[in-house]
């Protein structure tokens, strides 16, 4: 019993001189910026002009001068194609992964109607399947 007490004892004094051991480091840093602050007063407001300059610059590269964004597609490959709006959009959700019954919903149409435009896209695209045709709208930049 008496062994487990001085343990314990021994453990709360370690504790403690570490805390006064913690205590004066930290003191000791905070003279030493304290110190820095003063010798270097004009350096630090140099370094806070210059962040700010910084930030300024960033949100106005990121915010006033964004490059033009272009129209999705490529519009003359859909021209020469021969492409409706409609079956532009069906290759947009086709490439997006969505089923027939996903992309009839989205538009609004019978699956049937999707199975048709489908149909027609193999055809212009001159293509057989589904991944094929994915990737021949890619290839030509209609869908990205």
Known sequence: ?????????????????????????????????????????GDIALLIVAALFLGVGLWLGLSVARPPERPPGN???????????????????????????EIARAMGVS????KTHLARLYEKLGVTSRTAAIAQARKLHIVG
């Open 1 to 41: 019993m008496k062994g487990r007490r001085i343990q314990w004892r021994v453990g709360w004094q370690m504790l403690a001189w570490g805390a006064v051991l913690g205590a004066g480091a930290l003191l000791l840093a905070w003279a030493d910026y304290q110190r820095m602050a003063r010798t270097h007063a």
């Open 75 to 101: 519009p003359a490959a859909v021209a020469s194609l021969g492409l409706t709006p409609r079956e532009v959009e069906v290759l947009g959700l086709l490439a997006a992964g969505q089923a027939n019954k």
């Open 111 to 114: 699956p049937n109607t999707v």
